[in-house]
Structure formats: structure tokens, C-alpha cells
């Protein structure tokens, strides 16, 4: 069993910057794929970027490229995810999600079937 646990959402202008932690217990984040949703009022939850077990990231939503990146710290079985030039559509809710690798692999098309509690990010025009 996984357990995620989120901080470092705020409210900031439009240009600034966050940086959301994600920390994970019960399994090495290196062993887990992982991922970045998030959840604004009025809409489907969406993906933000989406890593495998060794960092790299594998998905960032178009509006997210070259502002969102995401990275590992494994002394601290965390997962980070930075977000630069802030605007107000990046408004939401941001969920850790995790799942266990298949076949040695994080596959596309599997659920994640851990999440955290989410943390608020809140951007001002």
C-alpha cells in the first residue's frame, strides 16, 4: 500500500512560481510510476505530467511544456513538481497519484490506484 502526501500549493500572481512536493511511504519511489492531475471547479480532472520510476517524465500537457517539470528525490522518496509562469487556468486542486509497475514497465493504459489528499494551487490574474 502506497500512501502520498502533498504540499507546497499557495495562491500567487499570475507569472509566479510554486513547488509541489509529493511524498511518498510504503514503497521507494523508485519502484513506482507516478504522476500530477489536477481537478479546477467546473471541470474533468486532468493530467498534468506523468514520470516513470526513474524520473523521466513521459507526459506534460500542452499547456504545462516548458513551464511544468517534474523530478525525483529518492534521498527523500519524494517527487516534485515545479511550476513556472503561473496563470489563472492553472487554478486547481493538484493530486499525487502513483501505481505499480507491470512487467517492469508504467504503462499508459493502467490506473493509478494511489492518490494523496491533494493540495490547492490558487493563481490571480
Known amino acids: 500500500q502506497v500512501q502520498l502526501v502533498e504540499s507546497g500549493g499557495g495562491s500567487v500572481q499570475a507569472g509566479g512560481t510554486l513547488r509541489l512536493s509529493c511524498v511518498a511511504s510504503?514503497?521507494?519511489?523508485?519502484?513506482?510510476?507516478m504522476a500530477w492531475f489536477r481537478h479546477a471547479p467546473g471541470k474533468e480532472r486532468e493530467r498534468v505530467i506523468i514520470?516513470?520510476?526513474?524520473?523521466?517524465?513521459?507526459y506534460t500537457r500542452s499547456s504545462g511544456k516548458g513551464r511544468f517539470t517534474a523530478s525525483q528525490d529518492r534521498t527523500k522518496n519524494t517527487l516534485w513538481l515545479q511550476m513556472n509562469t503561473l496563470d489563472p487556468e492553472d487554478t486547481a486542486i493538484y493530486f499525487c497519484?502513483?501505481?505499480?509497475?507491470?512487467?517492469?514497465?508504467?504503462?499508459?493504459?493502467?490506473?493509478?490506484?494511489?492518490w494523496g489528499q491533494g493540495t490547492q494551487v490558487t493563481v490571480s490574474s
Open positions: 497519484a502513483a501505481k505499480e509497475m507491470i512487467g517492469g514497465w508504467c504503462l499508459a493504459d493502467t490506473q493509478y490506484p494511489y
Open positions: 510504503g514503497a521507494a519511489i523508485g519502484t513506482i510510476c
Open positions: 514520470v516513470d520510476n526513474e524520473g523521466r517524465t513521459l
